[in-house]
């Protein structure tokens, strides 16, 4: 069974760093492009960032731009998200999305999906 597992969520405040993790327990995203999303308490689901299987191309949403980096070794078949200068606005669930050959935003074209780590940024 597929299965991306996200970890590396918590409580800190603003301006603080987090790593979250997706382990890709079954190798199977190496040559796929992968991404993160992320969804607020009452908001639809955001993209925020995303990778080319080769880790050479990266996209990322503007309200992330600069702060956040994310990163892939695929030897050990995971995916980060680098978050720094944390904001009470990054507040969400993220989750971790894999299974597609575009570098896209759009979450219809990602086929498989973590159950998510929340994330929640005091001031």
């Known amino acids: 069974q597929v299965k991306l597992v996200e970890s590396g969520g918590g409580l800190v405040q603003a301006g603080a760093s987090l790593r979250l993790s997706c382990a890709d327990s079954e190798r199977m995203f190496s040559d796929s492009t992968m991404g993160w999303f992320r969804q607020a308490p009452g908001k639809e689901r955001e993209f925020v960032a995303a990778?080319?299987?080769?880790?050479?191309?990266?996209y990322y949403a503007d309200s992330v731009k600069g702060r956040f980096t994310i990163f892939r070794d695929n030897a050990e078949n995971t995916l980060y998200l680098q978050m720094n200068a944390l904001k009470r606005e990054d507040t969400a669930v993220y989750y971790c999305?894999?299974?597609?050959?575009?570098?896209?935003?759009?979450?219809?074209?990602?086929?498989?999906w973590g159950q998510g780590t929340q994330v929640t940024v005091s001031s």
């Open positions: 990778i080319s299987w080769i880790g050479g191309t990266t």
């Open positions: 999305a894999a299974g597609t050959n575009f570098l896209t935003d759009r979450s219809e074209k990602y086929a498989y």
